[in-house]
C-alpha cells in the first residue's frame, strides 16, 4: 500500500518532526537555564544540553544553535556548558558539508572567545586523543588553529598546557605512514605532510614568546618553562617522525614539505638558545656534570640527537646556521657517539642512516689524520664492531656492500700508529676470517707504503711489525684448524709473507722477515702442512666414499628445513662437486705454500 | 727546569746568545759566555727567537705548544744519545783490580768509554789516555770505576735524566680531552691583524671557555659563514659561538689566533689550509680544497 515515494515522504517528515523537536528542547534547556542564578546548573542541566545540542548540531540545525549561542542572555550558560558542544561540531566539521559549514565555524569561534580556556583546551584535546587513523590529519588540520588560540589566551601559565597538546599532537601524528618515496611526499595520502607543515606554523608564536622573553630578561633562562617544553617537542620530533622519514634532496624534490618540517625544527632549536654545536657535542661533554641529573639525560636523548646530526651533515639541512670553523676531528668524536645508537639498531634504515653518517664524517678528515689515544675511546672501538656486523650479518646486500667500503675509509683515516693499533686489536677479537683477511690484506698494503723510500715508520717496519705478523701468522686451532671455514684469513696470510719474501731483500731486511723465517717455517709452515695433510686426506676418503654410495640408494641420515620448507637433499653429484672443491681449495693453498718455500730456498734460508 | 728549556732552546734556535751546548753543561773553560747565560738565567729574561707573537718574557710561561716542540727536539736528541747507552758490564773485581793484570790504561779506557762526559770531568779523567795515566794515581782510578758502577752514570745517562724531567713535564701539558696532533713544526700557519685593540690583560688560557662573534670569508671575499645577524636584528637576540679554546675544538687557526687576542678585541685572521681545511675543504659549507680562510674575529668573553 505504501510505494516507495510516501515512505521517504514519511521518513522526512518524520525527521523534520524529530528535529524541530529537538530544536524546542534545546531551547527550553537554555531558557530554563537562564533563570539559574550564577551558574549552578545541575549535571542534569549540563547532560541535557549536551545531548540535546549534539542532536541538533548534527541534524544539520546548526543556524538555529548558532543564533541561540551567541544570544547576549545566554552568556553564561554558553561559557559553562559550550564547550560540550566540541564533540558534534568537530564531527559536522569534518563532514565538510556546505550547508552547515558556516553556522559550526561560527559557533566555533564563538566558543573559543566564550569559553574557559582550560576547559576548551580539554575538549579540544579530547578530540584528538582517539581518533580513527583514517580522520587523524583532517582533524589535526582542523583543531590547529583553534588550539593555538585557546593556549595563546592561557598567558604566563600556558607551558605545561602547550607541552600537553603537542604531545597529544605528535602521538598522533606518529600513528600517519611515513611517505617513503618522492611520488609518496608529493601525494601526501595521509596527510603527515600537511601536519608537519602546519604543526610548525602552530608553534610559531611560543617559539616569538621565548624569544621575546630573552630579550627582556638579557638573556635565555635555561628554567623557562615554555622554552622546555619547545625542546621537548623538538627532541620528540627529531625522533617521530624524522628519525624514521628519508629526506629527498632538492635535485630530486624540489619543494619537499619534510625537509622544511626538518629545518623548521632545528632552526627552533636555534632560536630557543639550543646552539647546534652544543648539541652536536653534548654526549661527549656533559660526562661530566654531577651524576644524578637525570633531567638533562631525559631532555636531549640521544636518539634525537643522532637524527639531527644525521640531518645535519648527510642531508645537509639547516647547514647555513651551523658554524664552519669546528675541527673534523672533533665533529668525529661527537658523530662517533650517534653512530653508535644508530648502528645499535636491527632495523634497516637506522643502519643505512648510521653508515650514512659515519661516511660523511670520515670523508671530512684527511686520510691518516686520526691520533692513537681516540681508540682509547668506547665508541672508537664499539663503532667498528657494529660495522663488522653488519658487514657479515646483514641479510641487505646494499647495507654489507656500504658496510665494508665504510669499514676501509675508516682505516683510511687512522694514523699509522692508530692503523697498528687497530689491527691487532681486530686480529683478536673479530672471531671472522673473512674480516680477518681483509685486516691482513690492509696490513700488506701498509707494509708495502712503508717499504716504499720516505715512507719508513716503526709500526709496519722492523720491531713492531714482528709481533704483527706473529699474530697473522698462524693458525688459530694448529693443526686440526679446519682450513675451508679460515680459507680467507690463510690466503691473505700466505699472500702477505710471499710479499714480503720478495719484496724485502734478505740484505735489506727492512722488515725483519728473514731474520724470523725459521720461527715462522715452525710456528705456521709445517702445522699449515700438516693441517693439509689431514684435511686432504679426509676429503678424498669422503670423495670415495661418495663415489660408492651412488651404487647403493641411501636414505641421508637428516634433513634440512628452511622455516616450514624443507630443503631438498643434495644429490651425490652435487656432493661430489663440494668434495671435488674443497680439494681444489687444498691445491690452491698448497701451491702458495710451495712457492713460497720456492723463494725461501732461493735465498738459502730454509 | 730553566736549564732544560735552554738546552733545548740552542738545539732549536741556535743563537748566541743561548750559545750553550750539552758537551759544556759543566765544564769550566768560557766562564764568559757561562756566566752570561747564568745571569740571563738569574735575571729570567731568557730572550727566545720564535716567531709566534705571544711569547712573554718570562721563558716559563712558554704555551704548551712551544713545550711540545722543545721536547720534540730533545726528545729526538735523547734518542740519539741513547742508542750508545747500554750498561756495560763489570768486568773486573776488587782483587783483580788492585793487581797488575789491569793496567791503568785499560782501566782509563774503560772508564772514558763507558762513563758520562760530566763524571769523567769531576774525576778528572778528561783527555788523552797516556797524560791521565800520568797524573792519576791507581787508587783514584779504582775509586772512580767503583764509583762509576755504583751512581751509573754512565754515557748517555745524564741526558736520560734530564728526559725523566721532561717527561713528567710532558704529562702535566697532555691535554686529555681533545687530541690534535701537535708534532708539526714549522711557523705559524696563520697572520693576525688587530682591527681593534682589546684590554690587553685577559688572555684566553687553553680549556677556558670563549664567545666570539665572527664572519668567514674567502680569499675572493664569499662570506661562507658567520654569526652576526644581519639587517635591523640587534644582537641581543644572537648569541655568540662559545667554545673552549685550545682543545682541538675548532680549526687549528682559530685555537692558535684566539690564544693571541684579549678580551674587547677584534682581529683579523688568514689561516692557511693547512691550519684550516686543507685539502677536503669543506662542500658544504662552500670550502674549496686547500682554501685559505679569513676571519673577522671579535672576542667578546673570556670565562
Known amino acids: 500500500m505504501f510505494g516507495p515515494k510516501r515512505r521517504e515522504r514519511a521518513c522526512v517528515k518524520e525527521a523534520k518532526n524529530a528535529l524541530r523537536m529537538a530544536l524546542e528542547q534545546f531551547s527550553d534547556v537554555v531558557q530554563r537555564c537562564q533563570a539559574i542564578q550564577d551558574g549552578n546548573f545541575s549535571s542534569a542541566d549540563f547532560d541535557l544540553f549536551q545531548t540535546v545540542g549534539q542532536t541538533c548540531i548534527e541534524q544539520g540545525d546548526s543556524a538555529q544553535v548558532l543564533s541561540i549561542v551567541i544570544d547576549e542572555k545566554n552568556k553564561n550558560i554558553v561559557r559553562c556548558m559550550g564547550w560540550n558542544l566540541l564533540e558534534p561540531l568537530v564531527k559536522v566539521l569534518l563532514k565538510k558539508e556546505d550547508k552547515n559549514l558556516p553556522h559550526c565555524h561560527a559557533i566555533l569561534t564563538h566558543l573559543l572567545e566564550v569559553c574557559s580556556p582550560k576547559e576548551l583546551l580539554v575538549g579540544l584535546l579530547e578530540q584528538i586523543e582517539q581518533l580513527d587513523s583514517g580522520v587523524i590529519a583532517e582533524t589535526i588540520i582542523l583543531l590547529l588553529k583553534p588550539l593555538q588560540t585557546v593556549l595563546l589566551k592561557l598567558g604566563r601559565k600556558k607551558a605545561s598546557s602547550v607541552g600537553m597538546a603537542l604531545s597529544t599532537l605528535l602521538s598522533q601524528m606518529v600513528r600517519l605512514p611515513v611517505p617513503l618515496s618522492k611520488e609518496q611526499e608529493e601525494d601526501d595520502v595521509f596527510g603527515l605532510c600537511r601536519c608537519c607543515v602546519e604543526l610548525l606554523g602552530f608553534v610559531s608564536p611560543f617559539v616569538e614568546e621565548i624569544k621575546a622573553d630573552a630579550r627582556d630578561s638579557h638573556g635565555m633562562s635555561r628554567e623557562n618553562e615554555l622554552r622546555v617544553e619547545i625542546l621537548k617537542f623538538c627532541m620528540k620530533s627529531l625522533c617521530e617522525p624524522l628519525l624514521e622519514v628519508q629526506l629527498k634532496d632538492a635535485d630530486t624534490l624540489e619543494k619537499s614539505p619534510l625537509r622544511d618540517f626538518a629545518t623548521g625544527i632545528l632552526v627552533i632549536l636555534n632560536s630557543i638558545g639550543e646552539s647546534l654545536p652544543n648539541l652536536l657535542g653534548h654526549s661527549i661533554l656533559r660526562k661530566r656534570e654531577v651524576p644524578g641529573f637525570l633531567e638533562e639525560e631525559v631532555r636531549y636523548p640521544k636518539e634525537s640527537l643522532a637524527s639531527m646530526a644525521h640531518l645535519l651533515f648527510v642531508q645537509h639541512i639547516a647547514m647555513d646556521i651551523f658554524p664552519a670553523v669546528l675541527s673534523p676531528v672533533f665533529v668525529m668524536q661527537c658523530n662517533m657517539e650517534y653512530i653508535e645508537v644508530l648502528l645499535s639498531s636491527t632495523e634497516e634504515s637506522r643502519l643505512q642512516k648510521g653508515l650514512e653518517l659515519y661516511e660523511k664524517t670520515l670523508v671530512r678528515l684527511e686520510n691518516s689524520s686520526l691520533p692513537v689515544d681516540l681508540l682509547d675511546l668506547k665508541t672508537f672501538f664499539s663503532v667498528p664492531q657494529h660495522v663488522i656486523k653488519v658487514m657479515t650479518l646483514s641479510p641487505v646486500q646494499n647495507l654489507r656492500t656500504k658496510g665494508l667500503s665504510v669499514f676501509q675509509l675508516s682505516i683510511d683515516k687512522l694514523n699509522t700508529e692508530a692503523k697498528y693499533k687497530f689491527f691487532r686489536c681486530m686480529l683478536k677479537t673479530s672471531g671472522h676470517a673473512g674480516v680477518e683477511g681483509y685486516i691482513i690484506k690492509n696490513i700488506k698494503n701498509q707494509t708495502d707504503f712503508a717499504l716504499k723510500p720516505g715512507n719508513g715508520n716503526e709500526w709496519f717496519l722492523g720491531k713492531h711489525l714482528l709481533p704483527l705478523l706473529q699474530q697473522v701468522l698462524c693458525l688459530p686451532q694448529g693443526p686440526e684448524t679446519d682450513l675451508l671455514h679460515n680459507l680467507d684469513r690463510i690466503m691473505e696470510s700466505l699472500n702477505l709473507l710471499r710479499y714480503l719474501l720478495i719484496r724485502d731483500k734478505e740484505w735489506e731486511n727492512e722488515t725483519g722477515i728473514w731474520t724470523e723465517l725459521y720461527k715462522i717455517e715452525d710456528n705456521y709452515l709445517k702445522p699449515l702442512r700438516t693441517a693439509l695433510n689431514m684435511s686432504r686426506a679426509h676429503y678424498e676418503a669422503e670423495l670415495k666414499r661418495n663415489k660408492e654410495n651412488t651404487t647403493g640408494s641411501k636414505s641421508p641420515v637428516c634433513t634440512v628445513s628452511l622455516g616450514s620448507e624443507k630443503i631438498p637433499h643434495m644429490t651425490p653429484e652435487m656432493q661430489t662437486q663440494v668434495l671435488q672443491s674443497a680439494l681444489f681449495t687444498f691445491d690452491l693453498i698448497e701451491s702458495v705454500l710451495a712457492r713460497i718455500e720456492e723463494i725461501a730456498e732461493a735465498k738459502g734460508r730454509l | ?303
Open chain 2, 1 to 303: 727546569m730553566i736549564r732544560i728549556l735552554h738546552l733545548a732552546l740552542f738545539m732549536l734556535f741556535p743563537s748566541s746568545e743561548a750559545a750553550m751546548p750539552l758537551s759544556q753543561a759543566s765544564t769550566s773553560p768560557e766562564p764568559d759566555r757561562v756566566s752570561s747565560c747564568e745571569a740571563e738565567e738569574m735575571a729570567g729574561s731568557l730572550s727566545v727567537k720564535v716567531s709566534a707573537k705571544q711569547m712573554s718574557d718570562d721563558a716559563s710561561k712558554l704555551s704548551a705548544i712551544h713545550y711540545f716542540l722543545l721536547l720534540l727536539q730533545l726528545m729526538k736528541f735523547v734518542k740519539f744519545v741513547g742508542k750508545m747507552a747500554a750498561e756495560p758490564t763489570r768486568e773486573w773485581g776488587d782483587e783483580k783490580l788492585k793487581s797488575d793484570d789491569v793496567p791503568k790504561k785499560d782501566l782509563i779506557k774503560f772508564i772514558q768509554d763507558n762513563a758520562s762526559h760530566a763524571f769523567l770531568a769531576e774525576q778528572k779523567l778528561l783527555g788523552n789516555i797516556k797524560n791521565v795515566a800520568k797524573t792519576a794515581k791507581k787508587e783514584h782510578l779504582i775509586v772512580a770505576y767503583n764509583q762509576l758502577f755504583e751512581s751509573k752514570r754512565f754515557k748517555g745517562t745524564e741526558v736520560e735524566e734530564v728526559t725523566q724531567e721532561v717527561k713528567a713535564v710532558k704529562i702535566e701539558e697532555k691535554l686529555k680531552e681533545t687530541k690534535t696532533d701537535i708534532v708539526d713544526e714549522g711557523p705559524p700557519k696563520f697572520t693576525k691583524t688587530v682591527l681593534k685593540k682589546g684590554d690587553k690583560s685577559n688572555f684566553p688560557k687553553k680549556g677556558e671557555t670563549v664567545s666570539c662573534w665572527y664572519t668567514g670569508t674567502l680569499e675572493d671575499g664569499t662570506v661562507f659563514d658567520t654569526n652576526i645577524p644581519t639587517g635591523a636584528r640587534k644582537k641581543k637576540q644572537a648569541k655568540p659561538l662559545s667554545f673552549k679554546v685550545g682543545m682541538g675544538k675548532v680549526i687549528r687557526g682559530w685555537d692558535e689566533g684566539l690564544l693571541t687576542m684579549s678580551k674587547g678585541e677584534t682581529a683579523r685572521l688568514e689561516i692557511e689550509s693547512e691550519w684550516a681545511y686543507g685539502k677536503k675543504g669543506l662542500p658544504d659549507s662552500k670550502i674549496p680544497p686547500n682554501a685559505k680562510l679569513i676571519f673577522e674575529v671579535e672576542l667578546v668573553s673570556v670565562d
